[in-house]
């Protein structure tokens, strides 16, 4: 029994490592796009703040360790680009073929960036992975900015903007509804807000982004916020492009996959469907 997963992070990776206990003889592959698998996204924020200063401690499992553990091959740098359901086979970008019995996608989440005007005026940069942060790191050392615009306050814009603070650059948060950490009820909220503020950071509640300038932004109330660089977490959108082009049927908010595509036959225990689904048809990077 071959099994294919597409998309080594936490769905993935714990998808392919439960279904190792859940068969001791199948041939489990992980193709992954980017060069790591199974990173800690949520210490992304503070690996770049500089409060997890080794780079190795955002790598969770790392290829060695899945094959070591559980015998699962993983191929970085292997972004999939075409299934071919009839032929069961997956291609990557790199020409690769990987024949399955059975495949799963677990493709994740992609940053929402819409259309922007001026956005090439300043450097930008959204949070997803180490590349992302890599990238982040890199330009405040050479760049050393002054004035950095947050646009997003759910978790991911709070967190960082807690990070660039924590750096000593002068941070300005901006989000379009009246409070940040929308799940929280508004008294906690105040509570942030409040903490935010005795660290510096200017908060734009109930205004959003309207265009970029050379040394700023502008704000849909007509404000201006000085910035030498933007962080966008407005939100993801999930990754679908593979599923689509393969002909599998999508709704607004859930995957839906063929039997053909992939049936489990393995038993497999309502728990771990569960968790598979919930990782993959729901994961927190709700639209
Ligand atoms: C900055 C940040 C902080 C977060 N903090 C928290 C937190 O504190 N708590 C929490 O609960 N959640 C947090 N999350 C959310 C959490 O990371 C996600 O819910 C979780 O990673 C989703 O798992 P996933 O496997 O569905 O997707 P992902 O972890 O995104 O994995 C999908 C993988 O598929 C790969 N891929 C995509 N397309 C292809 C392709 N065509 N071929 C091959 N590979 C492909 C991607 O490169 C990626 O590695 C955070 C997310 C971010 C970005
Ligand atoms: N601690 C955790 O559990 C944790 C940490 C980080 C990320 N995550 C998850 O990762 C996913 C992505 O996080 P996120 O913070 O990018 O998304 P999000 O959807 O949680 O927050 C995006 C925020 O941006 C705001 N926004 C959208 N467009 C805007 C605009 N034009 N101007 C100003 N504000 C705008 C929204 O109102 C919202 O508050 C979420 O599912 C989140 O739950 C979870």
């Excluded at 073929?97 to 929402?112: E, I, N, R």
């Excluded at 814009?157 to 650059?169: D, F, K, P, R, T």
């Excluded at 002909?247 to 038993?267: A, D, Q």
Aim: glycine residues 8%.
């Amino acid at each position: 029994m071959k099994i294919v997963v597409v998309g080594g992070g936490a769905g993935g990776a714990s998808f392919a490592a439960r279904m190792r206990r859940l068969d001791e003889k199948a041939e489990i592959t992980i193709l992954e796009k980017t060069e790591e698998t199974s990173i800690a996204s949520c210490g992304l924020p503070y690996f770049i703040g500089g409060v997890i200063d080794n780079r190795d401690d955002m790598q969770v499992a790392k290829p060695a360790f899945l094959k070591q553990l559980f015998n699962i091959d993983v191929k970085l740098n292997s972004p999939v680009s075409e299934i071919n359901p009839d032929k069961k086979i997956v291609i990557t970008n790199n020409g690769d073929v990987y024949p399955y019995d059975k495949l799963v996608l677990a493709t994740g989440a992609k940053p929402f960036v819409p259309a922007i005007d001026g956005i090439e005026n300043l450097p930008h940069f959204v949070v997803k992975n180490l590349a992302d942060a890599d990238a982040i790191k890199a330009f405040i050392a050479q760049n050393k900015p002054k004035n950095t615009v947050v646009v997003g306050g759910g978790f991911i814009g709070v967190e960082v903007a807690e990070n660039l603070c924590h750096l000593g650059i002068k941070t300005s948060l901006v989000e379009m509804a009246p409070q940040v950490l929308m799940p929280l009820d508004e008294d906690m909220a105040t509570l942030i807000h409040k903490e935010m503020k005795r660290h510096d950071l200017s908060l734009y509640l109930s205004d959003g982004l309207q265009s970029v300038a050379w040394d700023g932004v502008i704000l849909t109330s007509g404000k201006k916020v000085a910035a030498d660089m933007l962080i966008l977490a407005i939100g993801v959108r999930p990754e679908t492009e593979l599923a689509k082009k393969a002909g599998i049927t999508l709704t607004e908010k859930v995957l839906l996959l063929p039997m053909n595509i992939c049936k489990p036959t393995i038993p497999i225990s309502m728990p771990v469907v569960t968790v598979w689904l919930s990782k993959i048809l729901f994961p927190a990077n709700r639209p």
